[in-house]
């Protein structure tokens, strides 16, 4: 089996990890300052990176390779809410990037379940960053009159 497709789904698990501790480290700050409603909307994002990363680890396993346990980057504290979703929105997109990428990679190693991984990886993730996109649109757009919205 290809050691580039096993370095690949290693690449995208750190990537996951970070995500996912990026968006809980977010959840906790919310919940703190009482905006309850994004804050669970962001725990739910965080476990279906959780779900990614388990897929990943999953096929490397397949693969004879050995899942990564480090994320790839730290997450950013103390953000305020416009911050933490522009940081959200890069996130995203960057995984987007490197999944399409991946999956061109697969294709040519002829590993069409690696492939087929990273597609159902991208889909979410575009969910994701439209989700993402959505809120900072509306917090631009509406401020503060938006934000009452999301607390609870
Ligand atoms: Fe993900
Ligand atoms: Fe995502």
């Keep these: ?7 690949l789904l290693n690449g995208a698990r750190s990537r ?5 501790s990026q968006y809980m480290s977010q959840h906790y700050e919310l919940e703190d300052s009482d905006f309850g409603k994004l ?4 725990k739910e994002v965080a476990i279906a990176e959780m779900k990614h990363a388990e897929k990943l680890a999953d096929r490397i396993l397949f693969l004879k390779g050995e899942p990564t346990s480090k994320p790839d980057g730290a997450a950013k504290q103390g953000q305020q809410i ?3 979703l522009t940081t959200n ?3 995203e997109a ?3 990037k490197m ?3 991946a999956a ?3 294709a040519s190693e002829k590993d069409q379940i690696s492939k087929k991984v990273f597609e159902e990886l991208l889909k979410e993730e575009e969910g994701h960053l439209d989700y993402f996109e959505n809120i900072k649109d509306h917090v631009d757009k509406l401020g503060a009159s938006y934000l009452v919205t999301l607390t609870g």
């Design 94 to 96: 960057q995984a987007i």
């Design 89 to 91: 929105i890069g996130l």
């Design 104 to 106: 061109m990679v697969c």
């Design 1 to 7: 089996m290809s050691k580039k497709v096993i370095d």
């Design 99 to 101: 999944y399409n990428e």
């Design 16 to 20: 996951e990890l970070t995500a996912i």
């Design 82 to 84: 416009p911050e933490m």
């Design 39 to 42: 804050a669970s909307k962001f």
